[in-house]
């Protein structure tokens, strides 16, 4: 019955990620096993790739090898591994399998397969079980006689990937795609896959863009995104960050000047645009650049032509220009702070980064990823969210974003060793330890309230009661439906329109 399962699964049309997705879940009750989880390899690190039976937040997770020894014994053989119940080595996913609230509970039965694709290790899948016993000599067999559908499914939906990037890659150059890069990037929401197809449409155009979005969304990470998938890609990626640039310097830092051109300039110097000539010069926080270095801006970007400082002779450079800022420039330009020239030369595709709280559950992915970070960073054995810490990470505004989730997410897992927590064992965080502003763990999970402003908790009203519910049921069908708005709306029997209202009207989208 598993083998007709996975083959057709392997003959059907279904998207690439669905199809991963299908494949674990197949596995996993097939197995009879708690969790089962395939990960890619991406230069010295195991990356989820699909996951069945593991918390949210595994997904935002990189397993570096060398420091899991579990999983670089599997990545070293061509054969299944069986891990005993007694093996001493640590389970990576220890207290990440889905359990009972509050139950942090060991992986007691592990046993791995690596995959190859063409010949070259892609990267491995793992089955865990909480029972001992629960794998077998037999299972073992089972396993390497299905890694070859398994490495098929992962070649299909490699081949799905590579022709759908070249049917996006808008070149006029007829060069091969580069391989995929590392996930920089993590979520899967769908505000945020939308905004990964819409940059990766606009990557091939060499257009100018402008990146808008608040204070630690992460704009870098979608302006290199934007220079890896477009035909500069070879080329330099410049960056220069206007803020910290001194007015009496910003001219010479751009532009360039000759030997003696000012006091101190004793010797000749290239500027960020002759650095990033045939590239792509990266302008984070424009909105911050004085207004004469805007005209000077300006001028280059019309001509296509630089002159250093001190120089008579203008240089010719070929730069793709990308500007991030979180201001609204559309206001300075009002107000006379931002030349209007130069801003619709720059906007000529505008593009909005989320703030994080319009993400859903991409906070908890992110979360993950922050999580592994430090439990490599403080040399502990696990590190994991408590479902109430998920609740008040989801429930918070997050002002700061991505950056200020980072800084949560370290701030309570050092103040949980503080707490007298133990490195050896699974350390799990709870709300009152992530520390958010103004906010304290309320009795039974939900709403928060600030302490200084009552005497105790405050019971969140029957609306909130509700409205977390229905947040709630709404990420769980759309994680189940693969993000399809559609097939979550059929899944919860609603009118997908109303889907989308309601969804709007608590935060989700």
């Given at each position: 019955m598993l083998d007709e399962t996975l083959l057709a699964d392997l003959v059907a049309d279904l998207p690439s990620a669905v199809r991963l997705q299908r494949l674990v879940r197949t596995l996993r009750e097939g197995f009879r096993c708690g969790a089962v989880c395939l990960l890619r390899l991406e230069e010295n690190a195991l990356v989820p790739m699909a996951v069945d039976g593991l918390v949210r937040e595994a997904l935002g997770r990189r397993f570096e090898v060398a420091h899991?020894?579990?999983?670089?014994?599997?990545?070293?053989?061509?054969?299944?591994?069986?891990?005993?119940?007694?093996?001493?080595?640590?389970?990576?996913?220890?207290?990440?399998?889905?359990?009972?609230?509050?139950?942090?509970?060991?992986?007691?039965?592990?046993?791995?397969?690596s995959l190859h694709v063409e010949g070259e290790p892609w990267g491995v899948l793992t089955l865990d079980a909480l029972e001992a016993g629960t794998f077998d000599a037999a299972d073992r067999t089972v396993l390497e006689r299905y890694a070859l559908l398994i490495e098929a499914a992962v070649r299909v939906s490699r081949l799905e990937r590579d022709l759908r990037a070249l049917r996006m890659a808008r070149q006029d150059s007829g060069l091969p795609l580069s391989a995929p890069e590392a996930r920089d990037i993590l979520g899967h929401s769908a505000v945020l896959t939308r905004l990964l197809r819409e940059l990766d449409v606009v990557a091939g155009a060499d257009l100018p863009v402008l990146l808008s979005g608040e204070t630690g969304v992460g704009k870098e990470l979608f302006a290199r995104r934007l220079h890896r998938r477009s035909g500069r890609r070879d080329a330099p990626l410049v960056q220069v960050n206007c803020a910290a640039l001194p007015e009496s310097l910003a001219e010479s830092e751009l532009f360039g000047h000759v030997k003696g051109a000012f006091s101190g300039a004793t010797a000749e110097r290239a500027g960020r645009f002759e650095a990033a000539d045939g590239g792509t010069l990266f302008l984070d926080e424009v909105g911050e650049l004085s207004l004469p270095i805007q005209a000077k801006l300006l001028r280059a970007l019309q001509e296509g032509e630089v002159q250093r400082l001190g120089e008579d002779i203008p240089r010719r450079v070929d730069v793709r220009i990308l500007a991030a800022t979180n201001r609204r420039l559309a206001d300075a330009v009002r107000d006379g702070s931002f030349r209007a020239d130069l801003y619709h030369r720059l906007s000529v595709y505008p593009v909005a980064i989320p703030p994080l709280r319009e993400r859903g559950s991409d906070i908890l992915v992110l979360a993950g990823h922050f999580l592994e970070i430090n439990r490599v960073r403080l040399g502990v054995r696990s590190l994991r969210l408590s479902p109430e810490a998920e609740e008040a990470l989801l429930g918070y505004a997050w002002p700061g974003n991505v950056r200020e989730l980072e800084h949560v997410v370290s701030r309570a897992a050092i103040k949980a060793l503080s707490r007298g927590a133990r490195r050896d064992d699974i350390i799990t965080l709870v709300p009152e330890w992530l520390d958010l502003p103004g906010l304290v763990q309320q009795r039974g999970g939900g709403a928060l309230e600030d302490p200084e402003r009552a005497e105790e908790p405050v019971q969140p009203t029957l609306r909130e009661r509700v409205e977390q519910t229905q947040r709630r049921a709404i990420r769980e069908a759309l994680d189940a439906c693969q993000g399809s708005w559609a097939a979550a709306a059929r899944r919860l029997e609603l009118d997908p329109s109303n889907l989308h209202k309601l969804a709007r009207r608590l935060g989700l989208k």
């Open positions: 899991h020894p579990r999983l670089a014994t599997i990545l070293a053989s061509r054969r299944t591994t069986l891990f005993p119940p007694d093996a001493s080595l640590p389970d990576p996913y220890d207290g990440l399998v889905e359990q009972q609230p509050g139950q942090p509970l060991h992986v007691h039965d592990c046993m791995g397969i």
